[in-house]
């Protein structure tokens, strides 16, 4: 007998989904399981072979808990905030709602067809004001508690489109559109203080079961080192130039010292600086490259010396010269490094370039190799040696030199002892339109103000102009009877941030609104965050280790420290696969 297989699943698929046969139950009394895969982002072109391959793994693992008994959560929704949709709405003239609308109706249709037992009762797409209004809050709070401000950044910008640009769509530093040359801009953009979570949020990994690694990862990306900030004098002025190292120990082999091209030093010093012209002319040429290219290891070091000043070494008391270089990063530390070329990889390259003098400091305690301008490289193998042409640290051992140096740099105030984070505060404005609006209000009178809770959703306009405004600034910005608002303070006229959210926003949170999807007084009940929480096991990608896996222990912490949340962590248990190149 031949069975007509399409007609037998879509009747089974029928009756799984009108029944809610996966669906999780409203049962706290029960023991539960919360598998949690991430949401899809709705594209034009339907599902990629990545999705069923994640989503099969844990949908195993759910079937199997059901038939153990547990009540089983495992949801599904809709990442629908995003560049693709308003690019394609630019070209073709299509509202990023109606793509997304017909996206997600796909997606669903494929999902479905596929068989997972995912609990479609429960799905969130992160466009819908319900859900937003809830991400909009989020913000909020972060703002109330000091943790959201405004600092000036620079953005990607295309001198040929007009436009801000997301690092993505920066492609080897042109403008992947038009293929003009991308600059950056300075530009005022909203913050959060990701950084004052940089410690919980190494130190809790060893709370979790996580792959190890992902939590290596995770304590790479955060960076938490322990050195010392030493002030270098300028010569002939009060000034000094502010460093970060982890070695200060190598203080003596320090022989030049090199600043980021942005550095507010040789504006302030032009008069001093006798080859101004070169220096600006390399300044302009750094310009046009994203610190992704700066940064490159491989690449060829370039840079100029800043003819006219120097610095002091605090240990030698000797004059160094100081180089400006766009391998040092304004937005990385203090934008300004002491290069000691006998020990480090990228200083000696550059010292050999420019024939700088190289010092050795330290030395192998299994050889005698001396490390002088005819190396062919440096000695790097630096955590076990011990230091020599260093005054009072010679034949101290590493760390004991460390701490030494330390404290005579703290007693003779030349600096002081300084746990350091690679991590950076999160970049929170987005330049477009298609995201969530910031619920912020600019009055000429009180400053920023938040708009009261109780208007929230603030609903993102219907436009239809989604060309990028002047200068890098949002779409919204040319939207004049959407941003004059009412101060919610004095009253007075005030005008509204034009800026949206990051698409990282909504999927910061959203395995919280699978709990209580329906909730229009909070972003879930207490009761339904306490029995669901915390996901029991979250399977993604490799690529979101670092930024949404970050971003959303960080507001989970938040939210925790707030009081509306009962856990300090989000995921019990992460695992991430790689990414399918080929079949
Ligand atoms: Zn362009
Ligand atoms: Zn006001």
Not at 153 to 159: D, G, L, R, S, V
Not at 295 to 306: D, H, P, Y
Not at 424 to 441: A, H, K
Not at 444 to 467: A, H, Q, S, T
């Amino acid at each position: 007998m031949a069975y007509n297989f399409k007609e037998v699943e879509k009747k089974w698929q029928e009756k799984w989904y009108s029944e809610g046969t996966f669906n999780a139950k409203e049962d706290y009394s029960k023991e539960k399981w919360y598998g949690l895969i991430e949401f899809p982002y709705p594209s034009g072109q339907g599902l990629h072979v990545g999705h069923p391959r994640s989503y099969t793994a844990l949908d195993i693992i759910a079937r199997k808990k059901r038939m153990e008994g547990f009540n089983v959560l495992y949801p599904i929704g809709f990442d629908a905030f995003g560049l693709p949709a308003e690019n394609y709405a630019i070209k073709n003239h299509v509202h990023p709602k109606i793509t997304t609308e017909n996206n997600v109706n796909h997606f669903r249709e494929q999902l479905k067809s596929l068989g997972f037992s995912f609990d479609w009762s429960r799905e969130v797409d992160t466009t819908d004001p319900n859900y937003y209004r809830w991400t909009q809050w989020i913000f909020l709070q972060l703002y109330k508690k000091g943790l959201a401000y405004k600092a000036t950044m620079p953005i990607n910008f295309c001198t040929g489109c007009k436009v801000g640009l997301a690092n993505e769509e920066v492609v080897n530093g042109v403008c992947e559109r038009c293929g003009s040359p991308v600059v950056q801009k300075e530009k005022s953009q909203w913050m959060l203080k990701i950084t004052e979570y940089a410690e919980r949020l190494v130190k809790d990994l060893d709370d979790v079961n996580y792959l190890d690694k992902i939590k290596a990862q995770q304590v790479n990306w955060i960076g938490k080192s322990e050195g010392a900030e030493v002030n270098f004098r300028i010569e002939g002025t009060d000034d000094s130039l502010l460093v970060y190292t982890t070695r200060p120990d190598t203080i003596f082999g320090a022989t030049y010292m090199v600043v980021a091209p942005e550095h507010k030093l040789i504006e302030k010093y032009k008069e001093k600086i006798v080859n101004l012209n070169e220096v600006e002319e390399y300044k302009h040429k750094s310009s046009l490259k994203s610190d992704f290219e700066r940064s490159e290891l491989n690449k060829e070091k370039t840079g100029v010396e800043i003819k006219g000043i120097k610095a002091i070494n605090p240990l030698t008391n000797e004059k160094i010269p100081i180089w400006v270089s766009d391998y040092v990063l304004i937005t990385y530390g203090t934008g300004s490094i002491m290069a000691v070329p006998a020990h480090d990889d990228r200083d000696f390259e550059f010292a050999k370039k420019f024939n700088l003098p190289i010092k050795q400091v330290i030395k192998s305690k299994e050889n005698d190799i001396v490390i002088d301008s005819n190396s062919e490289e440096p000695f790097t193998d630096v955590e076990n040696g011990i230091s020599i042409n260093s005054g009072f640290l010679d034949g101290l051992e590493t760390k004991e030199a460390i701490n030494k140096a330390i404290e005579y740099i703290e007693q003779n105030k030349l600096g002081q002892r300084k746990v350091n984070y690679k991590l950076r505060d999160w970049v929170f404005s987005r330049q477009r339109y298609w995201g969530e609006p910031i619920p912020m209000v600019y009055c000429e009178e009180c400053g920023w103000v938040p708009i009261p809770e109780e208007e929230l959703p603030l609903v993102l306009p219907d436009i239809e102009d989604y060309e990028p405004g002047e200068n890098g600034e949002s779409p919204l910005s040319k939207q004049t009877e959407w941003i004059n608002t009412k101060c919610p303070h004095c009253g007075k006229p005030a005008k509204r941030e034009t800026d949206t959210m990051p698409q990282w926003a909504g999927s910061s949170w959203y395995f919280l609104r699978y709990m209580d999807p329906h909730n229009d007084k909070e972003l879930a009940s207490k009761e339904a965050l306490k029995y669901w929480g915390p996901v029991d096991w979250y399977n993604g990608g490799m690529e979101h280790t670092t930024l949404h896996l970050l971003y959303s222990r960080f507001w989970h912490k938040f939210l925790y420290d707030i009081g509306v949340v009962p856990t300090k962590e989000p995921y019990a248990k992460r695992t991430s696969h790689g990414m399918i190149l080929r079949f």
